[in-house]
């Protein structure tokens, strides 16, 4: 009878003990390896050795063990982690959802699941969203509601503009100058009139600056694609004279399509592939890249992983293949990693990371297209 309660004893401590070392995880939309070992602060081969089961290809829903890296204090949650303590964020203008998710420190998933009219209508400037925080870490509050009233300008498009020329003078994003002007998304006419919802402020200093200037296109020669396989120094780099502002719009721009699903020869938010991803954003910005990976790949300069920037193209040889079949954009560079957004077949529009062993054994270039 001793033994018996002894033996009871004993199952029940090994079970406590192994639930207060473990987090129970479970897999949403977007979720990898990599993003859910940097949400709970522990390696991504910690999360493989403890789910040795586990396949390649996350599923929908299902549970992950995490290692507790604190186990002494008390478990929480996957989704209690992210809605204590709400506040609320006001949107500016530029603002895009990935923006807000770096700023507050929380996963675009957890800002469209605490405001769900995000995924039907986007951001709109001035709207209040919710930010659920993470646990106690130190938020900054935003300013005061002084939301100025918005009114609609008219603005007539002249030879040698562009779409992003045109936002970065309303201080919006090209997506929304597109949202306001729905006809301009394939083309932007000469002549043609735009309606443009703007800050009474903006609009009185841009009627008091008229006649407006005629802007410079971004970029001095056309995107080209080199005649062969070597790519020539300097033969397709395009140069701009506002490198960084541009280069945080275009990663803004990708990353804002976080959670889209990988649809094969996709290039709309309905879906995108690799390649059709970065032809969309570029393209967004009025610089036109060629339609697949391979080509891609043979443009701009290709330079040292140790050197790559936020901006530049990266591409990788996945599944055995022994030319590139995959592309993303640098997002951010790490000592020696490199976080990269693409679209990727068994996760949509991610983040990865080169420190990944799949993609550290895929890796292949890294090509600078902007200077």
């Known amino acids: 009878m001793i033994f018996r309660f002894v033996f009871i004893f004993l199952l029940f401590s090994v079970s406590a003990f192994s639930q207060d070392n473990y987090i129970k995880h479970t897999i949403s939309k977007g979720d990898n390896l990599y993003n859910i070992a940097k949400k709970y602060g522990v390696k991504p081969k910690d999360i493989a050795n403890a789910n040795p089961d586990v396949p390649k290809i996350l599923k929908l829903n299902s549970v992950l063990l995490i290692p507790n890296s604190n186990p002494s204090q008390e478990i929480k949650t996957n989704q209690s982690v992210t809605q204590i303590n709400p506040t609320s964020h006001e949107v500016l203008a530029k603002e895009t959802l990935w923006g807000i998710s770096k700023k507050y420190k929380v996963s675009v998933e957890d800002l469209k699941k605490a405001n769900p009219s995000l ?18 870490s130190v938020i900054q509050k935003p300013a005061e509601n002084t939301q100025s009233e918005l009114v609609e300008v008219s603005r007539e498009v002249m030879p040698k503009e562009t779409k992003y020329a045109i936002a970065k003078e309303f201080g919006i994003t090209v997506a929304e100058l ?14 043609y009139t735009l309606k443009i919802l703007t800050s009474k402020e903006k609009a009185d200093t841009l009627n008091a600056s008229k006649p407006i200037q005629e802007t410079k296109d971004i970029t001095n020669s056309p995107v080209q694609i080199a005649d062969n396989l070597s790519v020539k120094k300097d033969s397709t780099i395009i140069r701009v004279s506002n490198h960084s502002d541009l280069v945080d719009q275009l990663v803004l721009n990708a990353t804002d399509n976080i959670g889209t699903r990988y649809r094969s020869g996709g290039t709309t938010k309905a879906g995108f592939d690799c390649s059709g991803l970065m032809y969309c954003t570029f393209g967004n910005f009025d610089i036109k890249l060629p339609r697949s990976s391979i080509e891609q790949s043979r443009i701009g300069t290709k330079v040292n992983p140790e050197e790559a920037q936020k901006g530049d193209l990266i591409f990788f040889k996945t599944n055995g293949r022994h030319q590139i079949n995959h592309v993303g954009m640098v997002v951010e560079v790490v000592e020696e990693e490199i976080k990269f957004v693409h679209s990727s077949t068994h996760g949509g529009v991610i983040i990865s990371s ?15 297209v902007l200077e």
Do not use: H, W
Request: charged residues 30%; proline residues 9%; positive net charge.
């Open 178 to 191: 597109e949202k306001q002007n729905p006809e301009i998304k394939s083309k932007l006419p000469i002549g």
């Open 354 to 368: 080169t420190k990944e062993p799949y993609y550290e054994r895929a890796f292949s270039q890294v090509n600078r």
């Open 119 to 136: 995924e039907t209508e986007g951001l709109k400037i001035g709207q209040q969203i919710v930010v659920p925080s993470q646990g106690n």
